[in-house]
Structure formats: C-alpha cells, structure tokens
C-alpha cells in the first residue's frame, strides 16, 4: 500500500522557516515525481513544486521560487520541501503527492497525480 505521509508544517511568523517532510513508503518512486501541493481556504489547490525522484530535476511554482527549496532523500524515500522567508499568503494546507513519470500532462498539473498524503497545515502569521 502506497503511503505518503507529510510532516513539519505549524504555526510561523512572517519571515520564519519551515521544513517540511513528505515520507513514501509501499513502492519504489524510482520513475516518479513527488510534488507538493498547497490549498488555502476557499482556494483551488495549487502547485508549489516538484523533484522527479530519478534526475533530481526540480520544478517550482513563480509564487515560490527563490524562497522554497524541494530536494529528495533516496536513502530515506523522503522528499522535503524547505520553505524560508514565509508570508502570511503561504499559509495552507501543504500535501505532497507522487506521479508516474511515464504519464503525460505538465509536472504542476494535480491531475496527473495519483498519490496523495494526507496533507500538513502551514500558518504564517503576520
């Protein structure tokens, strides 16, 4: 059985860090990419970013990028995704899912995904 499971998210200041960890387990994510996902309250979900787990590749939503940071673990099938200089516009529910690399549509599409954890709050206050 595939599991995802996120941890590391809580409560921040505008400004701080946060790093939080997506462990796999059931299969081998060799040809896969994990990405993360992030929803907002009476917002869409949305992608942050993704690391095909083969090339270390990496994928970043505009939002995020320069500020986030995803890397993978293979010794630990653990992908993290560390996330400085946080505004309050970051608070969300972070959830990291897991696609077949052999799938088509773009890597930040959800769609494409077919696993996902059961997600992580992140809160940044201001």
């Known amino acids: 059985q595939v599991q995802l499971i996120e941890s590391g998210g809580g409560l921040v200041q505008a400004g701080d860090s946060v790093r939080l960890s997506c462990a796999t387990s059931?299969?081998?994510?060799?040809?896969?990419?994990v990405g993360w996902f992030r929803q907002a309250p009476g917002k869409e979900r949305e992608f942050v970013a993704a690391i095909s787990w083969s090339s270390g590749n990496t994928y970043y939503a505009d939002s995020v990028k320069g500020r986030f940071t995803i890397s993978r673990d293979t010794a630990k099938n653990t992908v993290y995704l560390q996330t400085n200089s946080l505004k309050p516009e970051d608070t969300a529910v972070y959830y990291c899912?897991?696609?077949?690399?052999?799938?088509?549509?773009?890597?930040?599409?959800?769609?494409?995904?077919?696993?996902w954890g059961q997600g992580t709050q992140v809160t940044v206050s201001s």
């Open positions: 059931g299969r081998t994510f060799s040809s896969y990419y």
């Open positions: 899912a897991a696609s077949s690399e052999f799938l088509g549509g773009p890597v930040y599409s959800s769609r494409r995904y077919s696993y």
